[in-house]
């Protein structure tokens, strides 16, 4: 059991920045991957970002790839999504997900592969 709880949401107008932040609860030995999604209102789940507490690597969706940052600081249990050049698409409740079980040799780019998930945060970014 992960709890994990996103803060950081709001409006913004076209072009600003916002940053996330996803603090999980932490569990002894574990040291989860972590990833960002997004759902847009009728449209599916989708990944966006991903990053590996043990090797450091991070990966994005081509739609955000240049225009957002993860990054994590593990001695607050914290991850985080650095949002720059909003878009009016870039609206979305935001995820934030822990993945523990899944396979060390994925990358972690679908939800599927995730374990635990947070309540979601909007984003809204206006034109």
């Known amino acids: 059991q992960l709890q994990l709880v996103e803060s950081g949401g709001g409006l913004v107008q076209a072009g600003g920045s916002l940053s996330l932040s996803c603090v999980h609860s932490g569990r002894p030995g574990i040291k989860p991957g972590m990833g960002w999604f997004r759902q847009a209102p009728g449209k599916e789940r989708e990944f966006v970002a991903t990053i590996t507490w043990s090797g450091d690597n991070t990966y994005y969706a081509d739609s955000v790839k240049g225009r957002f940052g993860i990054s994590r600081d593990d001695a607050k249990n914290t991850v985080y999504l650095q949002m720059n050049s909003l878009r009016p698409d870039d609206t979305a409740i935001y995820y934030c997900?822990?993945?523990?079980?899944?396979?060390?040799?994925?990358?972690?780019?679908?939800?599927?592969?995730?374990?635990?998930w947070g309540q979601g945060i909007q984003v809204t970014v206006s034109s």
């Open positions: 997900a822990a993945r523990v079980y899944g396979s060390s040799s994925s990358k972690g780019l679908s939800a599927n592969e995730y374990d635990y």
